[in-house]
């Protein structure tokens, strides 16, 4: 298979790939090399003042990994995100986004042209993605893609900073576009089993840069083939 070709398989469950022009890219792993909210906070981090709030707050977020990895990475997220009001938020996720942008490699060009090559064509495309809204939206509008339609996880201000409001993975990315009107999408990318409730509803599942031992689990769970591409 050569670089960013699809393999394609015949279209099965989930509808008529002509029934509807809108597809949906996941972001992370798909267009952006890595989690782009996670190097964010690792940013945040990079303050001795962060560093020693992670320190005095260990008991709490050590509490939270007993019972839960996904909650203790919340509650350090919490922390990183620490003493930011909304406004301040937002200047520091577009600082960041604007010094990732520059980063040799960051994003998967093949990804970024195929998504291109939709929109040429006249394809309803749409980023459904866990990454936090303003930052990944910053993100593609310095990509020069100002208008895509953006479903995307959320924080919301609280006593001591911002807070994560809605993380939009998993069935919550299907939920949150049906609250929008978007019940059907012919074409799914992702890299994730997490995105199997997108990728089931999609008449053609693709995956991006997938291991075998994930395709063949993701192909189980939907019962049908899915296409495998290999972006750079």
């Known amino acids: 298979m050569s670089t960013g070709e699809m393999t394609h398989s015949p279209v099965q469950a989930g509808g008529d790939a002509s029934a509807s022009r809108t597809v949906l890219f996941d972001f992370d792993g798909v267009l952006f090399q890595g989690d782009a909210f996670e190097l964010f906070i690792r940013h945040r981090y990079g303050s001795p003042v962060h560093r020693l709030l992670a320190v005095l707050t260990m008991p709490w977020w050590l509490l939270c ?133 997108m990728l089931k509803q999609a008449s053609e599942a693709v995956l991006v840069n997938g291991t075998p031992k994930l395709c063949k689990r993701v192909e189980k769970a939907l019962g049908r083939a899915v296409t495998r591409v290999a972006w750079y």
């Not at 998967?108 to 040429?120: E, I, T």
Request: proline share 4%; with cysteine; aromatic share 8%.
């Open 65 to 197: 990994g007993v019972f839960s990895r996904r909650l203790a990475a919340r509650a350090l997220t919490h922390v990183a995100l620490c003493g930011l009001s909304a406004q301040r938020y937002q200047s520091a996720a577009e600082a960041f986004a604007d010094q990732l942008v520059r980063r040799p490699r960051q994003f998967y060009r093949d990804g970024l042209n195929v998504l291109r090559r939709h929109l040429a064509e006249g394809d309803e495309v749409i980023v459904v993605t866990g990454c936090e809204r303003i930052l990944v939206t910053r993100l593609l509008t310095q990509l020069g893609l100002t208008d895509l339609p953006i479903f995307a996880s959320q924080l919301k201000p609280g006593p001591f900073g911002m807070r994560v409001h809605v993380h939009n993975v998993g069935r919550r990315k299907v939920q949150n576009l049906a609250a929008k009107g978007v019940q059907s999408w012919r074409l799914a990318y992702s890299d994730s089993f997490q995105d199997l409730p």
